[in-house]
């Protein structure tokens, strides 16, 4: 590579690295680029992080958008169900039944439990696991971590593409003429295993468990890459104490998706099997139609563990990312060292062991022994220590710190309330005994939106808006991302807050609608104003889509490597960072990554040394 | 055909990131077994199940896979010396043995089904097609790496290079391990029945 050491431009960062950094003679081997020689190696089949982080991050957009329309559907036949959805006939075609003689049209019962479970496969699975953990630790574990890319970018590509395959099969199941799967993204059997169990059970649990079994595949395909770069790519001096929150988030993240996620694999095996092979793992006693089924001496419960054996690790899949992501933010916006910088990484190990051994919690109604209970009950209710460690090391972050308002810490912010309102209601639930009169309500639906579902979104927001300009080199724009915070922030705790005060009454969830039922009659104008504010809710997220695609082409441009101040490797990347990210040398890591506000200077990157008689941070 | 990066070469790594990863994926097919053994084992404490004598056949397909592993770790100490021939032969060898071990693996099943244990008679005898199913599925993987290793034994001139070492111990070691995954699974079968 050109010496560029005597040029009188060179800044001071990158005198550092030409100093300072390592030599692995990247450039030398990858003359010309072949990896990316046209525009299909370039931004289709690429296997460079940053381009594959781009299209986990436009999938998952699409995807959000998907589920999130459907929720408004299904939200409408709750808050307005005498009124007419004729409207929506167009788009749901049979799926909309119109009277002949009143022309009133309303949502099938079947459609709407397939709404129902696709929203919810949806937003965990392909939004909230593939568009979150997917887009910030394919583009961030080799930036931050000094590294020219994963350990195998080719593992890495395949990743992405089972992804979008398992994407491309969920998305025809929409198009079935018995519908999608909807027997809810739980899939328990007997829904998930009985063809003639529901209309959605037929073809659409096939598609259902062949897409989900790709995308076992993409998760188990980055996971390994993911960690293998943690622990083997780092640069010089980039010791794991060293290594931003991010990038711990992200490590843990993976090793509980590697563990975990095997074990539902092995669920769904066992649950083809029952379905296409006549074994009885799951099924046992069933009479249909007063015909007894020939499966004898199988256990529905089993498959619960199975599932939730992945599933409760799976919900802390979706938040330690984001609370990696958010650590950083709100470290950089308010230019403090994050607080309890080992507290942070101790309390994210606790919760992931902690998640191994607390999945019975979602099944104490489905009659599991209540002494054993006991122990679940108190494991949950651990959880809440190292949860509340990382809320007080965030709040304590943002003390007297030198605040910048900007979209992404709004969001951080915001992430921190989410988490304190959702997860305090997670005290109530993981009581065995409250649970009686709460499971199945829309308490429970109201605790894991705002914990996991909104608090989630809140750090994938903060991250698209923190780490947009290293991902196309322009800003989004400001004013813009502040409107879609505040009509976030507000619009879910409307949504949400109102569904505490109808869950505690004991309205169930998944029902399909209430005018049966008197005691809830009261409800229903609480209903419509969750419908409402879904609507528009949902509206002020188009504003985040429109500003992402605009600011790609038409953003304000980035003139500086460093726009935000941060101290982190991937801001010494040139502004458009190409294959291998750095044009010469890898940077080596000199310091801890919070070195913000330290003596009398505002931020210290990472590649900078020690001065004489300076400590590195790290120690507490 | 290089397509890991070139920074793996900064000599930090007492372990190459390519092995590590295999490990990884090790390490998630262990969970899946874990969750199906311990599966088989709740559904066990549960009743209705039926009892009945493992065909002796999986006892020696144990000994085949074993005598396999233990062929291309042989063959592997051959390639390190240089010494050609025990090279090619043992890993012809180990090759053959893993093939046998499938198709025995097949006759198997057959004799299960002989003494009456279909695939949906009980889910005693479900349990047992499933695991040693997906488990042949692993072998069937191995096989296919060591069907690789032995085009390039016989094709390649024999030289000693860091790309084919790193090869070979990658073969290396998932063999070992289906074979160890089938040692596990034969005992577990073995002891639960």
Request: hydrophobic content about 50%; overall charge neutral; proline content about 4%.
């Amino acid at each position: 590579m050109a010496n560029v050491a005597i040029d009188p431009t060179v800044t001071h960062e990158e005198k550092l690295i030409e100093d300072l950094g390592y030599d692995d003679h990247f450039h030398d081997h990858h003359h010309g680029d072949k990896y990316q020689s046209n525009f299909i190696t370039t931004y289709i089949f690429s296997q460079d992080h940053k381009i594959i982080a781009k299209q986990f991050l436009i999938t998952g957009m699409i995807w959000a958008i998907i589920g999130g329309l459907m929720s408004l559907v299904f939200r409408l036949q709750l808050g307005f169900p005498e009124e007419s959805l004729a409207w929506l006939k167009p788009f749901l075609g049979k799926w909309i039944v119109v009277n002949p003689e009143t022309g009133m049209g309303s949502l099938s019962p079947d459609f709407y439990y397939a709404l129902v479970t696709m929203h919810g496969t949806i937003i965990v699975f392909f939004v909230l696991t593939a568009g979150l953990s997917g887009t910030f630790s394919n583009l961030l574990i080799p930036l931050q971590v000094g590294a020219r890319d994963m350990a195998s970018p080719l593992l890495n590509m395949m990743s992405y593409w089972f992804f979008f395959m398992a994407s491309v099969v969920m998305f025809f199941s929409l198009f079935l003429s018995t519908g999608p799967f909807s027997g809810g993204w739980t899939a328990y059997p007997p829904l998930s295993i009985l063809p003639q169990a529901s209309s959605g059970s037929a073809s659409g649990m096939t598609f259902w468990l062949i897409s989900l079994v790709f995308f076992v595949v993409s998760v188990l395909l980055g996971g390994i890459n993911y960690i293998t770069t943690v622990l083997n790519l780092r640069t010089k001096g980039m010791n794991m104490w060293r290594m931003p929150l991010t990038i711990w988030a992200f490590f843990i993240t993976a090793v509980i998706g590697l563990l975990s996620f095997p074990v539902l694999a092995s669920g769904f095996f066992l649950v083809m099997f029952d379905r296409s092979l006549g074994t009885s793992f799951f099924l046992s006693d069933i009479f249909i139609g007063g015909k007894a089924l020939e499966h004898v001496g199988g256990s529905p419960v089993l498959y619960q563990h199975l599932f939730w054996f992945l599933g409760h690790p799976e919900v802390y899949i979706i938040i330690l990312p984001a609370m990696g992501i958010v650590s950083e933010v709100l470290a950089v916006h308010s230019r403090k060292p994050i607080f309890g910088y080992k507290a942070m990484v101790f309390s994210m190990l606790a919760i992931a062991f902690l998640s191994f051994i607390v999945w019975a919690h979602h099944m104490f109604m489905s009659g599991v022994n209540p002494f054993i209970s006991n122990f679940f009950v108190i494991f949950t209710l651990i959880i809440a220590v190292p949860s509340a460690v990382k809320v007080f090391n965030w709040i304590s972050t943002l003390y007297r710190g030198n605040i910048r308002f900007t979209a992404a810490s709004l969001f951080a912010i915001g992430f921190v309330s989410m988490f304190i309102s959702g997860g305090l209601t997670g005290i109530f639930l993981g009581n065995s005994a409250i649970d009686i009169q709460m499971h199945d309500t829309y308490f429970v639906v109201a605790h894991f939106h705002i914990v996991m579902g909104v608090a989630a979104f809140f750090g994938m927001f903060a991250g698209v808006y923190h780490w947009f300009p290293k991902m196309y080199g322009r800003f989004m724009n400001e004013a813009l991302g502040k409107i879609h915070f505040w009509g976030t922030m507000i619009g879910a705790y409307l949504i949400f807050w109102p569904m505490h005060y109808v869950g505690i009454a004991g309205v169930p969830r998944r029902y399909y609608r209430f005018d049966t039922f008197q005691a809830f009659s009261h409800f229903d104008e609480l209903n419509q104003f969750i419908t409402i504010a879904a609507i528009v809710t949902f509206a002020f997220q188009l504003l985040l889509v429109i500003n992402f695609f605009y600011s790609i082409w038409y953003g304000k441009k980035v003139m500086d490597k460093n726009p935000w101040g941060a101290t982190t490797l991937e801001w010494t990347t040139p502004i458009k960072p190409g294959h291998g990210n750095w044009p010469g040398k890898i940077p080596t890591v000199q310091r801890w990554a919070y070195d913000y506000s330290k003596g009398d200077r505002d931020f210290i990157s990472q590649i900078e040394p020690l001065a004489e008689g300076e400590k590195d941070e790290v120690s507490h | 055909m290089e397509m890991t990066l070139d920074n793996t070469t900064v000599g930090r790594n007492r372990i190459h990131p390519k092995k590590f990863a295999l490990l990884l994926a090790c390490a998630s097919i262990v969970m899946m077994f874990a969750g199906l053994t311990s599966a088989y084992m709740v559904r066990h404490a549960a009743g209705n199940w039926l009892e009945f004598q493992l065909p002796i056949l999986f006892g020696i397909n144990t000994v085949i896979i074993l005598g396999s592993s233990l062929a291309l770790h042989a063959a592997y100490r051959g390639f390190m010396r240089g010494q050609e021939k025990p090279y090619k032969g043992l890993l012809l060898a180990a090759f053959g043995l893993g093939m046998a071990f499938l198709v025995m693996q097949y006759v198997g099943w057959l004799k299960l089904q002989e003494i009456g244990v279909e695939l949906n008679t009980n889910p005693s005898g479900s349990f047992v097609y499933v695991i040693s199913g997906i488990h042949a599925a692993h072998v069937l993987g191995g096989v296919a790496a060591l069907a690789v290793a032995v085009m390039h034994a016989f094709t390649l001139p024999f030289k000693k290079t860091a790309v084919r070492k790193l090869r070979f111990e990658l073969t290396l070691i998932y063999w070992h391990f289906v074979d160890l995954l089938w040692v596990y699974l034969y005992i577990f079968f073995v002891t639960q029945h």
